[in-house]
């Protein structure tokens, strides 16, 4: 059973904008990781952010975790064509959702 | 340092045939993880590895696929028959040192299956 559920399922936005990806989960977590698969190529790691941990950074990207909420979210800022790929969140036993497609026009 | 290695990239094969696949991880990755990921959903996953011991299979059909993980390194992935249905791509991951989600998991480029 999937474990991770992202929102929205498919995101479009321009070149320069933010894009704002959701990720809820059923259970309770160590970690949350999330992952980018551009169009069919593999799946490549982004970040993992801790239980104990609000919010990371990484380059251009920021993730929060409100484990309250069993919530996560995913900020990538000043988006770029090549952002152009489908988002995972995965949780405890890699457990993946269906990812939100992101689409970044030039 | 190598990635994730997996063969074959492309398999096309008519239903009731068997089926295999094989993957080779990170060397000195004791965690190994085979997936399934149909168009438009995201992996899910059939089999996890701690060195040769399969520590979760409980998504795995076991009617009809089996895995092994040999001296703990690589691993099979095996149909047997295959169904129309389990057209899709198969990934395999590998993560160090002890998986359980707490450690970052490097994919394979995956084999494509196409059950005709």
């Known amino acids: 059973s999937q474990q991770g559920e992202e929102d929205p399922q498919a995101l479009s936005i321009q070149e320069g904008e933010n894009a704002t990806m959701n990720c809820s989960y059923k259970t309770s977590i160590n970690n949350l990781q999330w992952y980018r698969q551009n169009s069919g190529r593999g799946l490549v790691h982004l970040i993992l952010?801790?239980?104990?941990?609000r919010e990371k950074h990484s380059g251009r990207l920021r993730v929060t975790l409100d484990t309250s909420k069993k919530s996560s979210s995913l900020l990538i800022t000043a988006s770029r064509a090549a952002d152009t790929a489908s988002y995972f969140c995965a949780t405890y036993d890699m457990r993946f959702g269906a990812g939100t497609r992101l689409t970044v026009k030039p | 340092e190598a990635g994730v290695v997996q063969s074959p990239r492309y398999k096309i094969i008519e239903k009731k045939q068997p089926v295999a696949f094989w993957c080779n991880p990170i060397?000195?990755?004791?965690?190994l993880y085979w997936y399934r990921q149909n168009l438009g959903q995201g992996p899910e996953l059939l089999i996890r590895y701690e060195n040769e011991e399969a520590v979760d299979d409980s998504q795995l059909p076991k009617d009809r696929f089996s895995a092994e993980r040999l001296k703990g390194v690589d691993s099979t992935l095996k149909i047997q028959p295959a169904e129309l249905g389990d057209s899709a791509v198969y990934l395999c991951?590998?993560?160090?040192?002890?998986?359980?989600?707490?450690?970052?998991?490097?994919f394979g480029p995956g084999t494509r299956l196409t059950v005709l």
């Open positions: 952010i801790r239980s104990n941990e």
């Open positions: 060397s000195g990755h004791n965690t």
């Open positions: 991951a590998s993560s160090f040192p002890g998986g359980r989600g707490t450690d970052t998991q490097y």
